[in-house]
């Protein structure tokens, strides 16, 4: 595959590493000190999300230290979607990564990632997803889960779309495992809504057609921190939020037009499974919720699904895990928690 050919500029950045905070003062410290580490082509923009708690103080005070490396983002409240976009728009490094601020960086992982970027900008390589392994800390049990693609994607070497292979199950391209080329989000047009959780798959989602030179570097880099109970991915977060995953849910399935947006049959095939995925996460969040109110948003969202593209919406149903999430009767709604609870067993997403 032919590379691309790009002009290094001095002093650029190799890759802007956003980080959004909402009163993240406990433990963003942590987060920070992972990605600052003295490398002067690193850039830390640490977006303090309208924060009423001492995390704004905490971001002057790591820019004050870390004079061109760090940079403090204040801005009104917009929840992550927005503390993201203005990263996205602030950023001045070839390659954009999102690190949420109650997560971190391995060290070593991260200097090989960094040496590997560094390689492509010396050879005038542009690529447009860089993915890595993330793996999940489940620190009040302290145990682990890598999620990686080796038996999916290529490793150490460009390829495209057409070279993948179907992803294991809950191993699948998400906001820890994605370095973005900046430019093309901005030229993509991305944007984010604010004020919602979970727009982290739409981060993900809506880039992905646009993609078409990638690189799997098989690192174990980020550390997904797993156990404060006011998590997003906390159940009853989850359950508080339906609404915001519903709306998600909705943007992703209007996002592509499938299969023909996607570009690549390969990558249609990917991104309706992974829709279907999240889908299911709505399906069952409402059975878990378990009240009028959730099962009437879960039939608002099969309404608005079918109208954005009825034969999308027919595909969806015939999926295993967005059939066995959408079983009518008490009885069925028992197999779908049933269920759920095996896959959180399984896969300790949550």
Known sequence: MKAAQTTRQPGAKTISVIVPCFNSAAYMDHCIGSVVNGWDDVEVLVVDDGSTDETAAKADKWQAENPGVVKAIHQQNKGHGGAVMAGVAAARGEYVYVVDSDDWLDDDAFSVTLARLREFARHGQQLDLVIVNYVYEHVLSGTSKVIDYRGSLPRNRVFSWREMKPFAVGHYITMHSAIFRTQMLRDMGLTLPEHTFYV????????????????????????????????SVDEGSMIKRLDEQIRVTELMASSVKLPEGAGSSKLAAYLEHYLGIIVSASSVIAVLAN?????AQRQQMWVNIRATDPKLAARLMRQTLVWGSNL?????????????????RLFRFN
Do not use: C, M, S, W
Request: aromatic letters at 16%; proline letters at 9%.
């Open 200 to 231: 982290d798959n739409l981060f993900v989602y809506r880039p992905l057609p646009h993609v078409k030179r990638i690189y799997y570097l098989p690192v174990n880099l980020y550390r997904y921190f797993i156990g404060r109970d006011d998590q």
């Open 291 to 295: 009240t009028p109110e959730a099962y």
């Open 328 to 344: 009518p009767t008490r009885a069925g709604r028992a197999v779908t928690v049933g269920g759920y609870r095996i896959a959180q």
